[in-house]
């Protein structure tokens, strides 16, 4: 694990000191369990990639033979 400083506001604060006496648990949990409750709620959709998208024809698929040919030039 790293350390790292988190400013708070007084409030919360308390809410965390309040929190971890009534659960048992330390602040710095109590911390990273909500680091990742929002990285749940905002991380991309599994199976989304970055890769960027091509666009050409719609029917690559069914012609690769054909298009392969036409850039590079037939085997046969």
């Keep these: 694990m790293r350390q790292s400083a988190v400013y708070l506001r007084e409030e919360q604060q308390k809410q965390l000191k309040d929190l971890s006496g009534k659960l048992g648990r ?4 109590l911390v990273r369990e909500g680091i990742d409750l929002i990285w749940a709620r905002y991380r991309p959709p599994i199976g989304v990639c970055d890769l ?3 666009h050409g024809p ?3 698929a069914e012609r690769a033979d054909e298009l392969l040919d036409e850039g590079f030039g ?3």
């Design 52 to 54: 960027p998208v091509a």
């Design 26 to 29: 330390s602040e710095s949990e």
């Design 58 to 60: 719609g029917d690559l």
């Design 74 to 76: 037939s085997i046969e």
